[in-house]
Every structure is written in structure tokens, then in C-alpha cells.
């Protein structure tokens, strides 16, 4: 029952998949962003020379610089999805694809601080977004640094020497993936139902990284049926801490984020270097990047 079951699942996810990585969605995903960083610009013109008015909206559209925040919020939902469809793959990439969202999201905090700033270049109004701006940009690119070090360093071994047990296993992380994609799918609806009823938007990213918490937990779980290895286990257990500490850093202050952020990457740099140094002490020789 549950390897049909599995078995079924496994064809949507690949179907999805298959659909998400295509050429034809990538080229209608960049041309999607351009139109919309063309028509967020062109509203905010018309509301700034006061032609229309959007009521509630307005807020938003008379700062000149509210279209490159609206297009790199869209850029990362779309990373977002991409974090979907690897966590099947490896769970150590799901990690580090989580930490390129983090890096981006600092990015686009710095865009957003950027629009706080008067169009005369006041020092008074300038001096705070200005620090923000830094901090959120080197908070940024302390994390590529460090997740391209990781990477380099990342090594795994396979959760079972059982094919079949192999194979559910991965199938199972697909399953998930799929439930995570309807997670998704739900905050995405009332974050939109949000923005309409009350001018807010894009609460998405703290309520994912959420579900990611408890989908994380799930993995190790899952992976307890399979190895009971103190050193796997640890492994996933801290990715899942990790995860924890990116959604804190998503609700803290401007600077305590991004110290929490680096922290939290370096923390998987650190793991990632001792679960490599004591690979010797595992039953199998036979590693795969």
C-alpha cells in the first residue's frame, strides 16, 4: 500500500519537477520579473506625480525604489521553489539552498533600507538606512563565503546500504516535498488575501521557513527507520537547529539578524568539518559528493 502509494507520488514529483527546471519555465519566470519590475516602476511614477491614486497602496508606490524590492521579493519566491525540489536530492543541499535564501533576503533588506532614505541625501535621514545597507550587505556576502567553503567541503553517505531502503527513503523526502508545496501554495493564498484586505504583504518567508522547521524534524524521523548511526543522526539533527536559527534571525532587529545569520552558517561550516574529519569512524568507505 505505502510503496504505491509512494510509487505515485514519485511520478507527480518528477512531472513537477521536470516542469519547474525546464527552459520554457525559466524564460517565462525572467520575463514575468522584467515586466514587473517595468510596470511597478512605471506605477510608481504615475502615484508619485500624483495621476492615480491607489489608496492604500500609495504608501508603497511613492518611493521611487519600491519596484526593485517588489522584483527581488519575486526573485526569491522563485528560489523558494527551487529549495523545494532539491530537498529530495540531499538534505545538506536543501540546507546550504536555504542559507542562499538567507543571503538574498539580506540582500533585498538592504534594497529595502536603501528606499529609506530622503531624495535630498540628508545625513540625518540617511545615516541609519545607511548602516543597515552595510551591515545587511556584508551580513550577505559572509554567507556566500562561507556556503561556498561548505559546499566545497560537503561529503555524505548514503542513510542505508539497502537499495530498496535507499530508494523509500528518497521517495519519502519527495513525499515531503510535495506536502511542502501545498504549504507553500496556503501561505502564499492568505499572504495575498492579506495584502488585499489590509495593505500588508510578504509575511511568506518567516511562515516557510516554519514549515521547514517541522519538515526537517520529519527527516530525522524518516531517518531513524532506516540507521540508527549516532554520527548520520547528529548530522541531520543539526541541520535541523540550523533552520531554527535562520527563522529566529528572520524576526530579529537590523544587525542582530545578520549576526544570527552568519552564526548560523558558520555553525554548519564547523559541522560540516568535524562530520568530514570522523567519516573514518563510519561502516562504509564509499562517499558521494
Known amino acids: 500500500m505505502l510503496k504505491r502509494f509512494l510509487t505515485y507520488t514519485n511520478l507527480l514529483y518528477e512531472k513537477l519537477k521536470l516542469l519547474w527546471e525546464s527552459k520554457k519555465s525559466m524564460y517565462l519566470i525572467s520575463i514575468i520579473l522584467v515586466i514587473s519590475f517595468i510596470c511597478c516602476s512605471l506605477l510608481s511614477f504615475i502615484v508619485i506625480n500624483d495621476i492615480v491614486n ?8 511613492k518611493n521611487p525604489f519600491f519596484s526593485i524590492e517588489i522584483v527581488f521579493t519575486m ?5 523558494l521553489f527551487g529549495l523545494i525540489f532539491i530537498l529530495p ?3 545538506s543541499k536543501s540546507v546550504g539552498k536555504q542559507f542562499e535564501l538567507l543571503s538574498l533576503i539580506f540582500l533585498r533588506d538592504g534594497f529595502k533600507e536603501f528606499s529609506h532614505i530622503a531624495s535630498d541625501y540628508n545625513w540625518v535621514s540617511l545615516k541609519e538606512p545607511l548602516l543597515n545597507m552595510i551591515i545587511y550587505g556584508f551580513g550577505a556576502i559572509l554567507i556566500f563565503i562561507i556556503l561556498g567553503l561548505t559546499n566545497k567541503l560537503q561529503k555524505h553517505i548514503k542513510i542505508t546500504h539497502i537499495e530498496d531502503g535507499q530508494e523509500q527513503f528518497i521517495r519519502l523526502k519527495k513525499l515531503l516535498a510535495l506536502l511542502l508545496l501545498v504549504a507553500f501554495s496556503i501561505i502564499g493564498f492568505l499572504d495575498i488575501k492579506a495584502l488585499f484586505q489590509t495593505g500588508n504583504y510578504l509575511h511568506s518567508f518567516k511562515a516557510f521557513y516554519t514549515v521547514l522547521i517541522y519538515s526537517d524534524i520529519l527527516i530525522v ?4 527507520r532506516y540507521t540508527l548511526n549516532y554520527y548520520k543522526i547528529f548530522r541531520y539533527s543539526a541541520f535541523v537547529l540550523a533552520t531554527i536559527l535562520i527563522r529566529i534571525s528572520l524576526s530579529a532587529q537590523p544587525g542582530y539578524d545578520v549576526f544570527i545569520g552568519v552564526s548560523a552558517s558558520l555553525f554548519i561550516l564547523a559541522l560540516t568539518l568535524a562530520y568530514n574529519y570522523f567519516l573514518k569512524e563510519l561502516p562504509t568507505k564509499k562517499l558521494s559528493k
Do not use: C, H, P
Not at 491607489?54 to 508606490?61: A, E, P, Q, S, V
Not at 524521523?221 to 531513524?224: H, N, Q
Open 221 to 224: 524521523l524518516i531517518a531513524l
Open 89 to 91: 536530492r540531499s538534505v
Open 75 to 79: 526573485l526569491l519566491i522563485t528560489e
Open 54 to 61: 491607489l489608496g492604500k497602496f500609495n504608501i508603497y508606490f
